[in-house]
């Protein structure tokens, strides 16, 4: 099946800065990326659609401008959070658009901000 | 807009024995989706099974079923023969043609005892 990979995995940070999230969709074309943000025990929450060379669709109640998104390319996906701040520590994780019965899900990224 | 409710926060099998997770959904999608997804504690999402919405029968995948009444609006994954590798945070979700991103339902934590 297709392969999504995320990077980091794993990411420490210090409060005020920014943090760069890589999704990349490795062996097929993704035109539409989704971004979930996940705290430890509950649902995965869609925070953004990432369409390529366009602007992203933010879910109600992201912010923009903390969570920038950019889909430069239809095998690359960024996510960015920008001066970042403990409340910002998740688990995030992207997908890729398959067809109507396949969204492939990258490994995830966990993001602590001290 | 689309709705997926998990009842049941957690549950409890004896290996070797079967287990059902309930699902109910609500869509004004005429066309629509149904998927279940396994998470471990790893944070990967692993695809388990999918069922379309005009699919006549229900779908199986291994020891994976989906019991998918449309009438009732339910889509409960069961799964044979459990294993001690089944415990994980389980998610149903649904996908509509018109909106194309996955909701997800709040997950049940399944535990498989020995």
């Known amino acids: 099946g297709a392969v999504v990979s995320q990077h980091p995995s794993r990411v420490i940070c210090k409060s005020g800065t920014s943090v760069k999230i890589e999704c990349r969709s490795l062996?097929?074309?993704?035109?539409?990326m989704f971004w979930y943000r996940q705290f430890p025990k509950k649902s995965l929450m869609l925070m953004a659609t990432s369409n390529e060379g366009s602007k992203a669709t933010y879910e109600q109640g992201v912010e923009k401008d903390k969570f920038l998104i950019n889909h430069a390319s239809l095998t690359l996906s960024t996510l960015t959070v920008t001066s970042a701040h403990p409340e910002d520590s998740s688990f995030y994780i992207c997908?890729?658009?398959?067809?109507?019965?396949?969204?492939?899900f990258g490994p995830g990224t966990r993001l602590t901000v001290l | 807009a689309q709705k997926i409710t998990q009842t049941q926060p957690g549950m409890f099998v004896q290996e070797k024995e079967a287990v059902t997770l309930d699902c109910t959904y609500d869509?004004?999608?005429?066309?629509?989706?149904l998927f279940w997804y396994k998470q471990p504690s790893s944070g990967e999402m692993i695809f388990l099974i999918y069922q379309g919405s005009y699919d006549q029968q229900n779908a199986t995948e291994g020891r994976y079923s989906l019991n998918f009444q449309k009438a009732r609006k339910s889509a409960n994954l069961v799964i044979s023969a459990s294993q001690l590798g089944d415990s994980a945070m389980y998610f149903c979700?649904?996908?509509?043609?018109?909106?194309?991103?996955?909701?997800f339902g709040q997950g049940t934590i399944l535990t498989v005892h020995p």
């Open positions: 869509t004004s999608d005429p066309s629509y989706g």
């Open positions: 062996d097929f074309q993704a035109t539409t």
């Open positions: 979700a649904i996908r509509g043609t018109s909106y194309g991103k996955l909701t």
């Open positions: 997908s890729a658009d398959g067809t109507l019965d396949t969204q492939y």
